[in-house]
C-alpha cells in the first residue's frame, strides 16, 4: 500500500490544511452490491450488561449469515473464537474502548490478550483529548505501537476516530494519521458517543484515506437502507448490532 512517510507530520499538517479547502475526488472502488451485504457486518456486543449466554446466542445466530466478524469486549473472545471456529467469521475484539484515555503501553498488552484469546481482528479507540490537543506525534504513536502488536499477530487494525467529538480537520488529521502508521481501516464511532456514523463522515473518511484502507460506518446503523446508504458513501464494513434484523429486513424485501 502507497503510505504517506512515516512521522513526516509536517507534511502531514500541510496535507490536511489542503484537504481542509478541498478534498480528493471519491475514488473508484469494487461495487459492494457484487457481495452479499452481509459479508460487509460487523455483528457487535459491547454493553457492559451483556450475558456470556447473549453473546453466545448472538454468535449461533449470526453464522448462517456469514457477517464479516463477531465484535465483543475482550473478557468474551474465547467464547466468541470457540464457537466461530470454522465458521468463516472473524473473532474480533476492542482496545482501549470505548474512551481512548489508556496509556499506549497498555493497549499494547491488552492487543496480546485479545490475540491469545483468538481475536484476528482489533478495533482500537485513538487518545481523542491528544488529537484535539494538536499532539499528533503522540496520536500516532498511540496507532503505530498498536498496529505493531496487531499485526505481529497477523490481525487486522480499525482505528475508531470517535468522529462526533472532532473538528472537520481533526477529522481529516486523525484519518491522515491513521493511514501513516499502518491502520487496515478507520473507523466513525464506538457507539457510546452522544452520535453515531453520519454519511458526510464516511464520505469524507473514504476521500482522504484513499482506496487504500477499509472505512467502517458504525454506530446508529439499524435498518436496510442505512446500511445502503453508509456502503454507497465509501463504507466497506458496517458495525451494528442490527445485523441479523437488517438481513430479515432484505429477506422480506425480496418476496
Known sequence: MLRIKPMNLNEINQLADTYLQELPKIPALPSWKEQPIASFFDQTLLKPEALPSEIEAMCQEAIPHKFAAI?????????????????????????GFPLGATATKVKVAEVLYCLESGATELDMVIPIGKLRAGDLSAVYDDILQVADAVHGGNAI???????????????????????????????????????????????????????????????????????????????????????????????????
Open 71 to 95: 465484535c465483543v469486549n475482550p473478557l468474551y473472545l474465547p467464547l466468541v473464537s470457540r464457537i466461530l471456529s470454522g465458521s468463516g467469521i472473524a473473532t474480533c475484539g476492542v482496545v
Open 157 to 255: 487494525l480499525k482505528v475508531i476516530l470517535e468522529m462526533t467529538y472532532l473538528n472537520r480537520r481533526e477529522k481529516i488529521l486523525g484519518c491522515l494519521l491513521s493511514k501513516a502508521a499502518n491502520a487496515d481501516f478507520v473507523k466513525t464511532s464506538t457507539g457510546f458517543g452522544p452520535s453515531g456514523a453520519t454519511l458526510e463522515d464516511v464520505d469524507l473518511m473514504r476521500r482522504v484515506v484513499g482506496p487504500d484502507i477499509g472505512v467502517k460506518a458504525a454506530g446508529g446503523i439499524r435498518s436496510l437502507a442505512s446500511a445502503r446508504a453508509f456502503l454507497q458513501a465509501g463504507a466497506n464494513r458496517i458495525g451494528t448490532s442490527s445485523g441479523v434484523k437488517i438481513i430479515q429486513e432484505m429477506q422480506a424485501e425480496s418476496k
